[in-house]
């Protein structure tokens, strides 16, 4: 038996994603730039996805840009926001997405901007007071703030941080990779400059994703070549992953409460079960319902001698899931964001994330197997 639990890095493809994809696949070869009747057909593929998406976003289609992912998606904002702005201040927190942090320390480093860091306490949570006085104290700011953390799942207040940022006139970009397809986006009312997705993180296909860019901000090309995307991203377009995306995110959003309530369900008994069956357990970051990614549960389990083996233990076992743990020092490949929150590094954390292809089932399996390593081998 082998159940995975690792759907924060990527989710099964949904049968139905799989059949529309195939479809573009066998039929629109086409290449969508040409004008002819079969580049005709894949460019309407396309404009139809971003229609799609941009009424479940209650948007402008022309704000949605197709990229790669939404790693190419954030440095798109970040680093085109930025220069294309004349930014010389941004602020984020040290436990961002890498694809967000490790842009920004590559500009800091280059002498484009100043980098701060906004405050988080233990459980991840920003410092909306730190940012206010961030923004007071430096000239106009570029803020990139996620709307769940990865790792450990707590949610920050995107409302809140737009409207401080249009209040001090700042830029906004949002990494949604892990909160696109699960929670509702109205950018109608959500004060955000750049907002990013990935299709895979909610049962759509890997390699494809998109930029939101508000009509209020002005950017230049990230990648050049040809005149695709309405001249913003040079490129063929992945027409058959922007069909997934699309039909992908539409079956999120015609089911989102229901999966909702049935994935926070899952969370919460492997919380209760783990709570009541390994003594001394832990979780990092926020776990309760208002604040917590339901997808991510993050365990931070006792010492023991087999921290280093934990994740290969339960691999053996069966269990596909992530995790790590804080660095204990400068030299050590420890997660970031652990490290950020200080947590203990003498304590073996594990992610576990769900999807609505996961039972209860499921959780009794990996619960009794996780008792197996702690309790029976105490």
């Known amino acids: 038996m082998r159940i995975y639990l690792d759907n924060a890095a990527t989710t099964p493809l949904d049968a139905a994603v799989m059949k529309a994809m195939c479809t573009v696949m066998e039929n629109n070869y086409g290449n969508p730039s040409s004008i002819h009747a079969h580049g005709r057909e894949a460019r309407a593929l396309i404009e139809k996805s971003r229609k799609t998406i941009a009424n479940l976003l209650h948007t402008s289609p022309a704000e949605i840009f197709f990229t790669s992912s939404g790693t190419e998606a954030d440095n798109t904002a970040i680093r085109c926001g930025i220069i294309d702005n004349n930014i010389t201040h941004a602020i984020t927190t040290r436990i961002e997405h890498h694809a967000v942090i490790h842009t920004l320390e590559a500009m800091a480093k280059a002498g484009t901007i100043k980098l701060s860091f906004v405050d988080v ?80 993180k909610f049962h759509g296909p890997k390699g494809v994703g998109f930029l939101h860019i508000n009509h209020k901000i002005k950017i230049k090309p990230f990648i050049y ?38 994935i926070q369900g899952l969370k919460s008994y492997l919380k209760e079960q783990l709570t009541e069956n390994i003594p001394g357990v832990l979780f990092n970051g926020e ?25 290969f233990n339960l691999d053996i076992a069966g269990i596909s899931a992530s995790g790590g743990s804080a660095c204990s020092s400068g030299t050590d490949i420890g997660s970031h964001v652990l490290t950020g929150i200080g947590a203990s590094s003498t304590r073996p954390s594990v992610r576990f994330s769900f999807s609505k292809y996961n039972t209860k089932e499921e959780i009794d399996f990996v619960v009794n197997k996780v008792r197996e390593l702690f309790v029976v081998n105490a």
């Open 287 to 311: 776990t309760d319902e208002d604040n917590s990614l339901y997808t991510v549960l993050n365990v931070s389990f006792p010492e023991t001698d087999m921290a280093d083996m934990l994740l």
């Open 225 to 262: 070549g040809g005149s695709q995307e309405r001249n913003m991203r040079g490129g063929t377009e992945n027409v058959y992953g922007i069909v997934g995306l699309a039909k992908a995110l539409e079956l999120a959003y015609a089911d989102m409460e229901q999966h909702q309530t049935y």
């Open 121 to 200: 306490d233990s459980k991840g949570n920003v410092d909306y007071t730190h940012l206010e006085k961030l923004l007071q104290d430096n000239e106009r700011s570029f803020v990139s703030l996620m709307h769940a953390n990865n790792e450990i799942g707590t949610l920050t207040d995107i409302e809140r941080v737009g409207n401080l940022c249009e209040q001090y006139n700042a830029i906004f970009h949002c990494d949604t990779v892990q909160t696109m397809g699960h929670y509702p986006h109205d950018l109608t009312k959500l004060k955000v400059h750049f907002l990013v997705c990935a299709a895979h």
